[in-house]
């Protein structure tokens, strides 16, 4: 299964939050750092100052309960694709 990882804050998801072809965002939120897809996301330094902010916020989930108990930060920012980190 193929996975595709938050632009912001490098979340897993199994379908692409940006369309089959990256193209057509879904502009759905994300769960862990509320980035709506192809919006704030839309190019690198737009998602490098949504992370910013983010982080400089305290890097809250956005719905506080999906948030796993062993939530490990600097592991999903790791998975960020490398064009956006
Ligand atoms: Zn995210």
Same mark, same amino acid.
């Given at each position: 299964m193929a996975f595709w990882y938050c632009r912001v804050c490098g979340l897993d998801y199994d379908y692409s939050p940006w369309g089959p072809n990256e193209d *057509?965002?879904?502009?759905?939120? #994300? *769960? #862990?750092?509320?980035v709506q897809f192809g919006v704030d996301d839309y190019s690198v330094l737009s998602t490098q100052a949504y992370r910013r902010t983010w982080l400089s916020k305290g890097a809250k989930w956005f719905y506080p309960k999906l948030q796993p108990t062993d939530w490990d930060l600097a592991a999903q920012l790791a998975q960020v694709p490398a064009q956006y980190q």
């Open positions: *057509e965002p879904s502009y759905d939120t #994300c *769960e #862990c750092c509320g």
